[in-house]
């Protein structure tokens, strides 16, 4: 499985962003999705994750503000970020859980000016 990650940029504080995942292969059939942050010197975070029953999780930090969906048609997972804050700047990774193996894109930089 290959993940596309993108949408990263450089936003003001208070506006908004949305990143994408684009999947090689068919989502359908993976049980778990989640988008991971990790910013400089920090240690990779979960920020958000969805299964296959669309169930969603989120992060304290991001709760409110960020919200997780999948499209299947189109083999991709998105990350509405709004509100930002300069604390969420961080390369941001798409992860999915498929046939008992985690895989990773490549990252997407954010950066929130304040």
């Known amino acids: 499985v290959q993940l596309q990650a993108s949408g990263g940029g450089l936003v003001q504080a208070g506006g908004s962003l949305r990143l994408s995942c684009a999947a090689s292969?068919?989502?359908?059939?993976?049980?778990?999705m989640n988008w991971y942050r990790q910013a400089p010197g920090c240690q990779r975070e979960l920020v958000a994750g969805i299964k296959s029953d669309g169930r969603t999780n989120y992060a304290d930090s991001v709760k409110d503000r960020f919200t997780i969906a999948r499209d299947t048609t189109y083999n991709t997972m998105y990350l509405e970020m709004n509100n930002v804050k300069p604390e969420d700047t961080a390369v941001y990774y798409c992860n999915a859980y498929y046939m008992f193996k985690n895989y990773w894109g490549q990252g997407t930089l954010v950066t929130v000016s304040s």
């Open positions: 292969r068919s989502i359908l059939s993976m049980p778990a």
